[in-house]
T-cell receptor, first 114, second 110 residues
């Protein structure tokens, strides 16, 4: 089945550790996105990528890093510099170059700092 | 001012009621408009795209007013299963990202 797969579903991190969240899509989409959602709030953009080997910072990129070495993969690293990383992380993709097409989401990763 | 704003909610309505959600966006260059539905602790899922002429899908009707930079969603004959948070989403076009409103929570009561 085509879609977006995020792993793991739940992740626990000790303070001071870096962790990497996986996002893979087999929809042949050019664009991929990472969003963060805090309880009772909307989605905020962390990073996005419109093409392989290129990505742009979103509104809240500090403390995060990404790579886009392959079209189907867009991993997000939450570094120790991110002061409040506990949140629900959502990865999305879209064709990117076709007008009026929506974003498709993975099931999300719930990160908790312990 | 936030790029996309929505009614703060929550909306608590009885089954069978009609409910309307409003959304405004600040960037006049916005090209694409969507309503997403998000269930508790789940990912957002597309409910419907919004076109300039307005569009309807069963009990759901979406309207776009570009001059006023305003989007609406009307739900008729509400069902218990409609209980969710409704997200207004705007995209500025090619190569741009999707901007999400904060969402409006709907609870349909028996």
């Amino acid at each position: 089945d085509g879609g977006i797969t995020q792993s793991p579903k739940y992740l626990f991190r000790k303070e001071g550790q870096n962790v990497t969240l996986s996002c893979e899509q087999n929809l042949n989409h050019d664009a991929m996105y990472w969003y963060r959602q805090d309880p009772g709030q909307g989605l905020r953009l962390i990073y996005y990528s419109q093409i392989v080997n290129d990505f742009q910072k979103g509104d809240i990129a500090e403390g995060y890093s990404v790579s886009r070495e392959k079209k189907e993969s867009f991993p997000l690293t939450v570094t120790s510099a991110q002061k409040n990383p506990t949140a629900f992380y959502l990865c999305a993709s879209s064709p990117g170059t076709v007008a009026h097409t929506e974003a498709f989401f993975g099931q999300g990763t719930r990160l908790t700092v312990v | 001012r936030k790029e996309v704003e929505q009614d703060p909610g929550p909306f608590n309505v009885p089954e069978g009621a009609t409910v309307a959600f409003n959304c405004t966006y600040s960037n006049s260059a916005s090209q694409s408009f969507f309503w997403y539905r998000q269930d508790c602790r789940k990912e957002p899922k597309l409910l419907m795209s919004v076109y300039s002429s307005g569009n309807e899908d069963g009990r759901f009707t979406a309207q776009l007013n570009r001059a006023s930079q305003y989007i609406s969603l009307l739900i008729r004959d509400s069902k218990l299963s409609d209980s969710a948070t409704y997200l207004c989403v705007v995209n500025q076009g090619y190569g741009q990202n999707f901007v999400f409103g904060p969402g409006t929570r709907l609870s349909v009561l028996p």
